[in-house]
């Protein structure tokens, strides 16, 4: 069994800078692949970036340029670095991890956090 538990959102302007965690405890392989996903009120579930285990990386289109992921194995944890945050990003966002990658797809991620809340606000 694999728990997640994310920190680090909270409220900023626009422009601003948030830094995500996750920290896994129980049986995460380094093998698993792990990603971020965000959900805003009244729309469905999307990703923003996932990382196989290999570390490479896939970015929803408006994520790129602007937000870094990133994981430490040892340490059993994941990172989303979010920066030129917009209105837009507001949601909660969710660490999911999960034997299997196949990219931005939520339905292959088995393990899940239960979110953090980010709000973009002027």
């Known amino acids: 069994q694999l728990q997640l538990v994310e920190s680090g959102g909270g409220s900023v302007q626009p422009g601003g800078s948030l830094r995500l965690s996750c920290t896994a405890s129980?049986?995460?392989?380094?093998?698993?692949?792990m990603g971020w996903f965000r959900q805003a009120p009244g729309k469905e579930r999307e990703g923003v970036a996932v990382i196989d285990g290999d570390g490479n990386t896939e970015y929803e289109y408006s994520a790129k340029g602007r937000f870094t992921i990133s994981r430490d194995n040892p340490k059993n944890a994941l990172f989303l670095q979010m920066n030129s945050l917009k209105p837009e990003d507001t949601a909660m966002y969710y660490c999911a991890a999960g034997p299997f990658y196949s990219g931005l797809v939520a339905s292959d991620f088995t393990y899940w956090g239960q979110g953090t809340q980010v709000t973009v606000s002027s």
């Open positions: 129980g049986d995460l392989y380094s093998s698993y692949s």
